[in-house]
């Protein structure tokens, strides 16, 4: 499975931008897919996930103004971030592993910058 990040950008802090993450392969609609972002000098931190069959997980810092979606027809997960914050600051990444194993993540792809300006 190859991933592929897009949508990133500059936006003024309460703006809103839409993630997409298009893989390939056949098998993409098995897998979960959880979106992580990376800010300079923090650790790595996983910001939503969504498994093959749909559920989908946000934790607190973003609950509320991130929501992830998939399209299995088109190989593609998206993750809509409204209300944006500068500290959202960060460059997004998006990753592919087995719905069954929550930590697990076995593809990755290139990230997308996203910067929200105050």
């Known amino acids: 499975v190859q991933l592929q990040a897009s949508g990133g950008g500059l936006v003024q802090a309460g703006g809103s931008l839409r993630l997409s993450c298009a893989a390939s392969g056949r098998t993409f609609s098995s897998y979960a897919v959880g979106w992580f972002r990376q800010a300079p000098g923090k650790e790595r931190e996983l910001v939503a996930r969504?498994?093959?069959?749909?559920?989908?997980y946000n934790p607190d810092s973003v609950k509320g103004r991130f929501t992830n979606s998939r399209d299995n027809a088109k190989n593609t997960v998206y993750l809509q971030m409204n209300s944006l914050k500068p500290e959202d600051t960060a460059v997004y990444y998006c990753?592919?592993?087995?719905?069954?194993?929550?930590?697990?993540?076995?593809?990755w792809g290139l990230g997308t910058q996203v910067t929200v300006s105050s």
């Open positions: 990753a592919a592993g087995p719905s069954t194993s929550w930590g697990r993540y076995d593809y």
């Open positions: 969504i498994s093959s069959g749909g559920s989908t």
